[in-house]
């Protein structure tokens, strides 16, 4: 009679991200680079460092641009299509989350534009010019 497998026997091998990220296919390389812009997008917002989570946001869209324009070869192995998927929703969180911390902050900016206008039409009304430069 044969003996049944030990468990630990049934798991798969830890394999590193190092040897992983080797193998890749370029597709799933420049989801791992969108994933890795976001989150860094998402720090600069959690910092309210505006300026580099532009920089950021820039990068995301030229990686993206860059993703629709690879050409994949052969269809995704289960493994693949998994780490593609776990890839998608951490790039769907990061963009989430970064737009829940960027919305406050345009909402901001849009009524400090609105007075900005506001004054400057009172302004006009009452004949004033600004000085030339």
């Known amino acids: 009679m044969a003996r049944p ?13 190092t040897s992983l990220t080797q193998s890749l296919p370029s597709i799933l390389e420049n989801y ?17 460092d505006w300026d580099l989570a532009m920089v950021h946001g ?35 969180e990061n963009d989430a989350e970064t ?11 849009g009524e400090l534009l609105g007075r900005m206008k506001r004054q400057q039409t009172l302004l006009s009304a009452y004949g004033y010019q600004a000085p030339e430069e």
């Open 99 to 109: 737009r829940d911390l960027a919305i406050p902050q345009l909402a901001r900016l």
């Open 5 to 17: 497998m030990p468990l630990a026997s049934l798991r798969t091998p830890e394999i590193s991200m």
């Open 32 to 48: 791992q680079e969108i994933a890795s812009i976001t989150g860094e997008m998402l720090n600069a917002a959690k910092a309210g």
């Open 58 to 92: 820039q990068q995301y869209c030229e990686r993206v641009e860059l993703l629709r324009q690879t050409e994949q070869k052969a269809p995704l192995d289960d493994a693949a299509r998994a780490m593609k998927y776990d890839l998608l929703v951490r790039i769907l």
